[in-house]
């Protein structure tokens, strides 16, 4: 075996199972443009298990997604997305007024929901790989 001076804990290890549920909340927008919701996201928004309705919004400045329960954060003139018992939901208008066509698929994490700007019972979902300052 090679000496390997970056040596970890992994290379030590000899065996472990590795679970296939990272806990992370995410959304993602895949290929075929659509929106899904990952379980720990929808655990988070405190979603039902089979479908339901989210309004959506897209911070262009911060690469963000923000969605809201429509009971919940009232916009006028907003048609929510259906998502089916899978969690997923066509969004190619979503992503064509975004202007994501260039970067699919593309995955969102939870940035959190205490954001000024955005209303109460929303919910941020940062692009993977953009450290956002807020502007």
């Known amino acids: 075996m090679p000496n390997n001076a970056n ?3 992994a290379s030590r290890k000899q065996f472990e199972w590795i679970t296939n549920n990272s806990g992370e909340a995410y959304v993602t ?3 075929q443009q659509r929106l899904y919701i990952s379980r720990p996201a929808r655990d988070l928004m405190n979603l039902p298990t089979e479908k339901f309705r989210l309004i959506a919004g897209y911070d262009f400045a911060n690469h963000r997604i923000v969605l809201a329960k429509p009971e919940v954060v009232r916009v006028t003139e907003v048609k929510p997305f259906k998502f089916d018992k899978r969690a997923y939901s066509n969004a190619k208008h ?3 007024r975004a202007s994501l066509h260039d970067s699919l698929p593309t ?3 939870y ?3 205490d954001y000024s700007e955005y209303p109460e019972g929303s919910y941020a979902f940062v692009r993977e790989g953009h450290e956002s300052e807020d502007v």
């Open 107 to 109: 995955r969102f994490i």
């Open 29 to 31: 927008i895949d290929n």
């Open 111 to 113: 940035a959190g929901k």
């Open 94 to 96: 979503f992503v064509s």
């Open 7 to 9: 040596t970890g804990e």
